[in-house]
Every structure is written in C-alpha cells, then in structure tokens.
C-alpha cells in the first residue's frame, strides 16, 4: 500500500503516520525530518534547505526531486511507503506517481486530516515550545498554512478526480483517530 498524508502542518500527520507504520509494516518517511537531519548535519541539501525552511516556505522542486527519488526508490519501500509531507506541489505528485509506475504500483489512499485552522495554530505553538522547532514561530507558522493552502491543497484535486482522497476526522485523541484511520484503509 502506497499512502500519502496530505493535512496541514500541525494536523498530526506525523503522530498517525507512525502508528499507521507500525500497523502496516511499511516505512513513513517524513520528508520534513529527513531535512532537518540534512540541516543538523551541515550537508549541502541542509545549507540549500534551511532559509526556506526557517522561512516557512517550500524547498525547491529541483531540490526535493532527488530526495523524493532516492525515498520512493529505495529497496525498504518497494512493498509499500507511508509518505509524510510530501508530495507537496503537483510537480512532486507527479514524480511520485512515475516513480510508482515505474514498478507496476500506484498511490493507494491520501489521508487529509481536518482540523480547524485555530487549532492547528495552538498546536503548532504548543510543540514549539516542546520541540523547539524554529520553524514553528508565529510568523513562519502562518507562512506555513499559507503555503499549504496556495501549493498543496491543489493536489486533492489531483487525487479527487482519481477517488483516492479519504478525509479523517483529525480532532480527537491519538489512538482514536488512529482507529479511524484504521477503518477507513481497512487495515
Ligand atoms: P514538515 O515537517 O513536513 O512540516 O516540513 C517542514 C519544512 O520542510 C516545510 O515547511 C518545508 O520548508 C520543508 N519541506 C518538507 N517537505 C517538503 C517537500 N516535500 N517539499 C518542499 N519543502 C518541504
């Protein structure tokens, strides 16, 4: 099963990716956390990621194509991948869908997980705080919705018109949107 998660930052994507991981066996590759490795480790993607990242905007397609090949391609993802944050833009649901093509697969379901935008404000505020993530200020915060409503809440469309778009219910606790995540895929 090939899965994407495409809520707004803050929606949980990452907390139920991980449970979904667990579940299904297949990796969750969270393009986000590969990044800030790439920044921590002072690697030439990191130096060429972190203003756009600390910035609350998109990394370039030219620089994420390679990354989103090297993950979709890789021998741990061949039965299935949990993709988390990306793809982000049309050009990079694009590459994904070749990248599946080029060994018979397709992108199975993309879980949206709705949550009121105040919401996702506190909460990304709140983990701020817990995490210290820089790009959880309240201006790159904003930024960050921004861009997700302009770049990539275009792509439901995309998969609409393929009827592989699941909404979930994403107010609640973790295991109990877990569970509808679980019933919603059927697994
Ligand atoms: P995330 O942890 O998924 O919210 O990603 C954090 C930041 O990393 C985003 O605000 C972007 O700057 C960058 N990023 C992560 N994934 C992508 C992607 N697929 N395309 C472009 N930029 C990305």
């Known amino acids: 099963m090939n899965i994407i998660l495409l809520g707004p930052p803050g929606s949980g994507k990452g907390t139920q990716g991980a449970l979904l991981s667990a579940r ?10 590969l990044l800030r490795d790439a920044v921590q480790a002072g690697s030439p993607l990191g ?9 609350g905007l998109l990394v370039p397609d030219e620089v994420i194509l390679g990354l989103i090949q090297e993950v ?12 988390d944050g990306f793809p982000r833009t049309v050009a990079q649901a694009e ?11 397709a992108v199975h379901a993309v879980l949206t997980f709705e949550v009121a935008e105040d919401e996702l404000v506190t909460r990304m505020l709140g983990r701020a705080k817990q995490e210290g ?4 200020t309240p201006e790159a915060v904003s930024q960050r919705l921004a861009v ?9 469309t995309h998969y609409r018109e393929r009827g592989v778009v699941i909404a979930i ?11 509808r995540v679980a019933g919603a895929l059927g697994v």
């Open 72 to 83: 979709v391609d890789s021998p741990e993802a061949a039965q299935g991948i949990i993709m």
């Open 47 to 55: 130096q060429e990621a972190q203003g756009y990242m600390e910035r």
């Open 169 to 179: 219910d994403g107010v609640g606790g973790i295991e109990e949107i877990a569970g």
């Open 148 to 156: 997700y409503r302009q770049q990539t809440e275009p792509l439901l």
């Open 133 to 136: 993530r820089s790009d959880d």
């Open 95 to 105: 590459a994904v869908d070749r990248l599946l093509a080029g060994r018979g697969q």
């Open 24 to 33: 299904t066996g297949h990796p969750r590759v969270s393009t986000g956390d």
